[in-house]
T-cell receptor, first 113, second 112 residues
């Protein structure tokens, strides 16, 4: 069965550069979530989209933005990268609002040097 | 969403049942109990969820107390691949703010 696809899997950027992470949800899933996980930390919710509209917002820095496109894929744009942005970034998708059974991708490991 | 309390860590013998407790004493009537786990550096994985009744699937069983203030996740025959951080999450059904909040999970180590 198709899973959540994230690209790239690994990314190395320098400070002050920009990065774009992509997420392709499971077909027919209507909601996408983004999470950031620093070393030794729990996943922290950043932002979510339901039917291409922003649904909820967590601790996402102003330097980050995200959107969901007409084909339901989502992109997380990160500008003015800082060393502290180095983390695993997970995307997840789900279908429906009643029960939240989310499927997570394998993540993008971002390293800022 | 209601706050949950879990043990920080737990060891389990391979082949034995692992019983993971979770307290959620402030749970509301329309809040589900979810269990997810995260194997090292992988994306979190859904295990099971329940509202009032006990639930069982191919991965685990979920036992919810009658007053719904606590629950137990049971892995019937733990394997080394079950070593992970297990998160108990309580979340209202159909919420507009539909995130899952991860925190305070139990680090389970399955030993040979």
């Amino acid at each position: 069965a198709a899973g959540v696809i994230q690209s790239p899997r690994h990314l190395i950027k320098e400070k002050r550069e920009t990065a774009t992470l992509k997420c392709y949800p499971i077909p027919r899933h209507d909601t996408v979530y983004w999470y950031q996980q620093g070393p030794g930390q729990d996943p922290q919710f950043l932002i979510s989209f339901y039917e291409k509209m922003q649904s909820d917002k967590g601790s996402i820095p102003d330097r980050f933005s995200a959107q969901q496109f007409s084909d339901y894929h989502s992109e997380l744009n990160m500008s003015s990268l800082e060393l502290g942005d180095s983390a695993l970034y997970f995307c997840a998708s789900s279908f429906g609002q009643e029960v939240l059974r989310a499927f997570f991708g394998q993540g993008t490991r971002l390293t800022v040097v | 969403d209601a706050k949950t309390t879990q043990p920080t860590s737990m060891d389990c013998a391979e082949g034995r049942a692992a019983n993971l407790p979770c307290n959620h004493s402030t749970i509301s009537g329309n809040e589900y109990v979810y269990w997810y786990r995260q194997i090292h550096s992988q994306g979190p994985q859904y295990i099971i969820h329940g509202l009032k009744n006990n639930e069982t699937n191919e991965m685990a069983s979920l036992i919810i107390t009658e007053d719904r203030k606590s629950s137990t996740l049971i892995l019937p025959h733990a394997t080394l691949r079950d070593t992970a951080v297990y998160y108990c999450i309580v979340r209202v059904a159909g919420a507009a703010g539909n995130k899952l909040t991860f925190g305070g999970g139990t680090r389970v180590l399955v030993k040979p």
